[in-house]
Every structure is written in structure tokens, then in C-alpha cells.
């Protein structure tokens, strides 16, 4: 069967589906119904990991997602879309990542979030933002 679009998990995304949070398993196992791909930028993974987290419940959340390299084109992609909103530094660094992870995507595409003005901001009406 086709692949029919991708959620896209942001850092909140991934660590309530770590501690399996109802909301966003339910939102998970829909869009696995539904065939869609379920991703994560690598970034992703070295901002929602740290000393308190079941690092089992981690790995085993992490082993059933598309984990997303950051190749050059997605570096490029997340540059400008900063430029673009006059956003910069580390505060928006991860975010113009996972927002660019997104646009790069099989759509349609939403995005799993706790910031979902910035994510609109970064991605426009091109993805669905879901509020987690």
C-alpha cells in the first residue's frame, strides 16, 4: 500500500509518546492506520534525550519511527526558512529542522508540537500543526 503522508514528531512529541501520553499514541496509531509515516529528525532524539528518561522506553519509542538524517539540503532548507521569518540562534535552530523535516516530507504532513506558533510561523499552511 502507498505511503499517505507523515507525522512529524517535535521534542514534546517524542517525549510524551515515550511516556506513552494518551493523546499523541492515539494520534500515532492513527496515522499508522492510516498508512502515514511516523518520523523524527535526529535532532530530535539528542533534544528529548536526557538523564531521567527511561532510556528502554526511549530506545523502544524510537526503534518503531523513520528517525530523519539532517543532510545538507534539509541544513540549507531550515536556513532559509529562518531567514525567511527573521528568526536565528539556538532557540529556533532544532524547530527550523524539524519544520524543514516536514516541508521535505510525503504529504500530506502534520506536525506534532508544543510550539505550534513558531511551527507556523516556519512552515505556513504547508503542514497540518497539531498543539501536544
Not at 492510516?34 to 522506553?57: F, K, P, Q, Y
Amino acid at each position: 500500500m502507498a505511503q499517505t503522508g507523515t507525522l512529524v514528531l517535535d521534542s514534546e512529541g517524542l517525549s510524551k509518546a515515550v511516556l506513552n501520553d494518551r493523546q499523541v499514541m492515539g494520534l500515532i496509531r492513527a496515522a499508522e492506520e492510516e498508512d502515514m509515516r511516523v518520523v523524527v529528525s535526529v535532532l530530535t532524539l539528542i533534544e528529548a534525550h536526557h538523564g531521567r528518561v527511561n532510556a528502554a522506553r526511549f530506545s523502544w519509542t524510537v526503534s518503531r519511527l523513520a528517525v530523519e538524517p539532517v543532510s545538507e539540503e534539509t541544513g540549507r532548507m531550515a536556513m532559509s526558512l529562518l531567514a525567511d521569518t527573521g528568526l536565528h540562534g539556538h532557540k529556533y535552530a532544532i524547530d527550523a529542522v524539524v519544520a524543514a523535516t516536514a516541508l521535505r516530507a510525503t504529504g500530506p504532513t502534520v506536525v506534532l508540537t508544543s510550539d505550534p506558533e513558531d511551527m507556523v510561523m516556519l512552515c505556513g499552511n504547508r503542514v497540518r500543526v497539531v498543539k501536544v
